[in-house]
C-alpha cells in the first residue's frame, strides 16, 4: 500500500513559477499509473507563468479564487472546480483572492521536465 501526505513532500518552484509538491509519479513512487499527481500553491496576487506542457493536464481547485487562462479562453475558478487543459496550450492560473490559491494538478502521461515549456 501507498500512502504519502502533501505535508511529507519536499516543496518545489515549479517551471512555471507556482509553490509544488508533487504526491505521485511513477518513476519515483514505482506505482502503476499513467499520470502524475502534485499539490500546487500560488500566492495572493501572483500568477504562474505562461507555459504550455506536451502533455494533457487537469487542475482540480482545493481552495481560493483565481482566473484561470488557456491560449484567448479565460474564466474564473473557484474551489470544486475541475479545469481540463488540453496538451501544447498556452496556460497559466492568476489568483484574484486574498488567500492561497491551492489545485491539484494531474497531468498524463506523467510530468517531465523536458516537457513543460516556459513562454
Known amino acids: ?6 505535508k511529507d513532500c519536499q516543496e518545489i ?15 519515483r513512487d514505482h506505482a502503476d499509473i499513467l499520470y502524475s499527481l502534485a499539490i ?5 496576487g501572483k ?12 487542475y482540480y481547485i482545493i481552495a481560493g479564487i483565481g ?3 488557456i ?21 497559466w492560473i492568476e489568483n484574484m483572492g486574498e488567500n492561497v490559491l491551492v489545485f ?8 517531465r521536465e523536458e516537457d513543460d515549456v516556459r513562454i
Not at 13 to 27: M, T, V, Y
Not at 40 to 44: F, K, S
Not at 47 to 58: C, D, G
Request: glycine share 2%; proline share 9%; with cysteine.
Open 71 to 91: 491560449e484567448e479562453e479565460v474564466q474564473e475558478v473557484q474551489p470544486g472546480d475541475t479545469v481540463y487543459i488540453p496538451k501544447e496550450k498556452n496556460q
Open 47 to 58: 500568477a504562474t507563468y505562461q507555459h504550455y506542457l506536451r502533455q494533457s493536464e487537469v
Open 13 to 27: 518552484i515549479a517551471n512555471d513559477g507556482c509553490r509544488l509538491r508533487e504526491l505521485l509519479h511513477p518513476e
Open 1 to 6: 500500500m501507498l500512502i504519502k501526505h502533501e
Open 40 to 44: 500546487a500553491y500560488v500566492e495572493p
Open 67 to 69: 482566473r484561470m487562462h
Open 104 to 111: 491539484a494538478a494531474l497531468v498524463s502521461p506523467p510530468w
